[in-house]
């Protein structure tokens, strides 16, 4: 809040039930999807229990990449419709974000 000063908002946060606090030591965090994962290195992650919830705030401070998970029957699914071999089918599957129909056609026109 505007104009309160850290101590008043502490106060005003326990009377209302909310504790926070920064969880240390944290060194990377990983959002996992189905086919690909965020992950955020050295991030400054805070701990917060509000009216029984708990959740946590995550605030990245270095390197956040990309890992496309590739799923194994994709990849034959590629080889199988390219003739293509397995390490060449999966990098045509990463170059085009999972995408099984371009990476058919890639491998196709080479």
Known sequence: MKGMNPKQMQKLM??????????????????RFENKEIVITN???T??????????????????R??????EE???LVME???ADYETAKKALEETKGDLAEA???L???
């Open 14 to 31: 326990k009377q209302l039930g909310i504790k926070m606090e920064e969880l240390k030591g944290v060194k990377e965090v990983i959002i």
């Open 43 to 45: 991030p400054t992650v």
């Open 47 to 64: 701990s917060i229990v509000a009216m029984g919830e708990k959740s946590y705030q995550i605030v990245g401070k270095e390197e956040v």
């Open 66 to 71: 990309e890992v496309l998970n590739i799923p």
């Open 74 to 76: 994709d990849i034959k």
């Open 81 to 83: 419709q390219t003739g």
């Open 104 to 106: 058919i056609l890639k």
């Open 108 to 110: 196709q026109e080479s």
